[in-house]
Each structure stands twice: as C-alpha cells, then as structure tokens.
C-alpha cells in the first residue's frame, strides 16, 4: 500500500512542479559527475568516485560502512512524561523503516544515502508530498548546493541530460564529517593525491603482470646489426611477452647475449607499496583494515584483538553517521509539532554479534538479574514465547538475609 502511495504522489508532483513552476526551476543541462575528469592527483591519475570506486580497498570500505548502516534496524520512538520510551507505528515510521520511495526497500535507500555521504560528503532525497504530508523519499544524485542569501540552499539537479533546481524545503539533505559550512567534506576530494597514488600502483602492477613479471633487459651482441635484422629481432622477443608465454625459452644466436635490467617487483617494493595503499585508503573512510579483509602490521584476522578493533569501528565510525542521520531526520522530517517527542533511532545491539557461548552467558546474567524476562531472553533468540510465569522478572536470592530464608515457601 505504501509503495502505491508513493507511486501517486512521484505522479502527482512531476504534474505539478512542470518545468517553469516555482518549486521546479529548470536551469539548463547537467553532465553525470561520475564521468566527469575529476581531480589530477600527483601520480598523473585523474580521480573522481568512479575511478576511486574502482580500488578494490575503497568500494569494500563504502560497502562495509553503507552496507551495515542500512542492515540495521530502526523505529519511530515517542518519549512518555515519566521518561520511558514507546515505539510508534506513524505513517513516517512506515516511509523511515519499510520503503521510503516507490521502487526502494529501507534499507537501499539508507545504504545509498550512506555510500553518497562517505564518499561525496553529502547525501540527497528529494522530499515528495500529498498537500503537506510527506509520502516519499526519492535519492537524488548529480546535485549541486547553490548558497542562497539566507544562508540556505537551493540545489540543482541533473538527470536525463537536464538540470533543474529545486528549493530547501524539497530537499532531504544529509550532511557527513565536518559540516560547519553546511555540506560535508568529501573524502574522494581531499584525498585525491591518495587515491591518485594508489591507482597508480595498481596501474603499475597490471604493466608488469602484463609482461609476465619478467624484469626487462637488454641483448648485447659484437656485431653490428641492420635496420632489418633489428626489426626481426624485436618481432622475436615480442612473441615471448606477457603472462600467457612466462617460462618459455629463447634461443639467443649470432652472438647475441641477454642482461638483466630491471630489479623485480619484490626488491622494488611494489608489494610493499598496494600493502601500504589498502590501509591508507581504509584511513580515509573510518575503516579498519580488518573489516575488509586486510590484516595490518602486526595484526591477525582472529582473536579478541580483531573484536576491540570491530567495537572501535563501531563506536567512532559507524554510530557518528548514525547520529548524523537521526539528528538530521528530527530536524527535517518529524512533524514540527512533534520534535522533542519523537525521534528516530537505530538498533545500535543489532550490530554487536557474540558467539553462543557468550551470548548464553550474557542472557542468563540479564535473567538472574531480574533485568529480561525469560520470554525476552527468548525473543533474542528467535523462539516462541512460552507466556504465563516465564513472562516475568525474577532473580536468584542465594544472598538473602537470613530471616528471610524460607518465607517463600511458607
């Protein structure tokens, strides 16, 4: 029902923001800024997301981050008078955690706000209404803030070859990392001369697989050839050239004797070079190398050092974003006479994973404890609620006073 919804109100809005109307302005055309030259870094590549997406370490990093951001949880919560909490079914609950936009689930759209925000810095929707409730969420992407005089922005969008600008108050805008100004940093931006370098490695060590990681040479003769017989001799050596023909044997004649030029790949430390690359990528998105599958210097990919690393990531690296997102969503979505009662919060436990043994531990303790019911403790689990006394808090009394001791049987 929702997506239907949504379907009419996309429909009903392009009919009413035609080109020309005040709330639609069309302003010329846009080219798509993934093809676009980008950023000359130092190295001589040119960098925009496109090419940086293209480094195995940045697009596992922008998927790892976006990717859990999205998996999580989430719920429309209303704060009662005496400080406890309740979850709410709103219609913005169900625009927030089930499908904000026709074609897209809760969780597509909040990995792609969160991709656009890690890498762009920030991250666009366009805000679709029936009247003045809001139905819909679509992504926008291709945007260009235009300050505006109160310090606002408009913003142009380009789609379909062209460009139109829409006002502030159709516009969903998520900030990233250090938003002072209004718009998010760019990780792809600022860190074009790393990026730039590590596609450079990249490029390098496809050269060299390309030539069969042989180190190059020269052929040295004392005799002196002719323009023909040089052209037959390179033809010779070039049928010996790439990954394919490594390991084949050349009949070297007329005196003709090889050596070694090129140092290898090893001793030149190119290796070494996309080792460094992976990490210093991973510093630019908050990301452990760990949680992409590289294991930094000194570190293995098991262990309880691997799991202070995940919570680390956790604690500065996704929850600050999801933060982000709350706060922005109180801002901008909630009802105006709703802010300070309602909010929107992510499910921060559905992130920390244990194994069966500690989670056992862990679930008995808030059972004896008095904290979770066995019921709750079983809904943790996935199986079926038993009801009746299994539905209440309860709590060991081996350290009972010793008058007490035997009451409850009596």
């Known amino acids: 029902m929702i997506g239907r919804l949504i379907k009419g109100a996309w429909r009903g809005v392009r009919q009413e923001l035609a080109p020309g109307h005040s709330g639609w302005e069309v302003v010329g055309t846009g080219a798509d800024p993934l093809a676009s030259p980008g950023r000359k870094s130092k190295s001589g590549q040119s960098v925009n997301v496109s090419s940086a997406l293209s480094l195995s370490a940045a697009w596992a990093c922008t998927k790892s981050n976006s990717q859990l951001i999205g998996s999580l949880p989430s719920g429309i919560y209303e704060k009662q008078g005496d400080g406890r909490r309740v979850k709410i079914e709103p219609d913005l609950s169900a625009l927030l955690t089930v499908s904000p936009s026709a074609d897209q689930t809760a969780m597509e759209f909040w990995e792609s ?10 991250g666009y929707a366009e805000r679709l209404f029936i009247g003045s409730r809001l139905v819909g969420l679509r992504p926008l ?9 109160d310090g606002r922005f408009d913003y142009r969008v380009s789609e379909g070859g062209k460009s139109y600008k829409l006002p502030p108050e ?4 998520l900030r990233g990392f250090g938003a002072g100004d209004g718009l998010g940093l760019s990780a792809i931006r600022h860190g074009v001369q790393s990026f730039g370098s590590a596609l450079a490695a990249d490029e390098t060590a ?4 390309a030539n069969g990681l042989s180190a190059s040479g020269i052929l040295k003769s004392d005799q002196v050839l002719t323009p023909e017989q ?3 001799l390179q033809e010779m050596i070039n049928a010996y050239v790439s990954s394919g023909r490594a390991g084949k044997i050349v009949t070297l004649e007329a005196g003709l004797e090889y050596q070694q030029l090129q140092i290898s790949p090893e001793d030149a430390q190119l290796l070494e070079t996309r080792r460094f690359q992976v990490e210093d990528v991973c510093r630019w998105f908050g990301t452990p190398p760990v949680v992409i599958g590289h294991a930094g210097q000194g570190q293995t990919m098991w262990g309880s050092g691997v799991e202070a690393i995940m919570l680390a990531w956790l604690t500065l690296g996704i929850n600050p974003m999801l933060r982000r997102i709350e706060a922005r969503v109180q801002r901008d979505l909630i009802p105006a006479d709703k802010r300070g009662k309602w909010y929107l919060e992510w499910n921060r436990e559905a992130m920390l994973q244990m194994d ?3 989670k056992g531990e862990f679930l008995s303790k808030m059972v004896t404890n008095g904290i979770m019911s066995a019921d709750e403790s079983r809904d943790k689990l996935n199986l079926e609620r038993r009801g009746g006394a299994a539905d209440e808090l309860r709590a060991q009394t081996a350290l009972a006073p010793l008058e007490q001791l035997g009451k409850e049987n009596e």
Do not use: D, E, I, W
């Open 206 to 209: 496809a050269s060299v697989f």
């Open 141 to 149: 992407f291709n945007v260009v803030p235009l300050r505006r005089s």
């Open 170 to 173: 159709k516009v969903f805008h």
């Open 113 to 122: 706000q969160s991709m656009q925000m890690l890498l762009n810095g920030n």
């Open 356 to 358: 069966s043994t500690a």
């Open 230 to 232: 040089r052209s037959q």
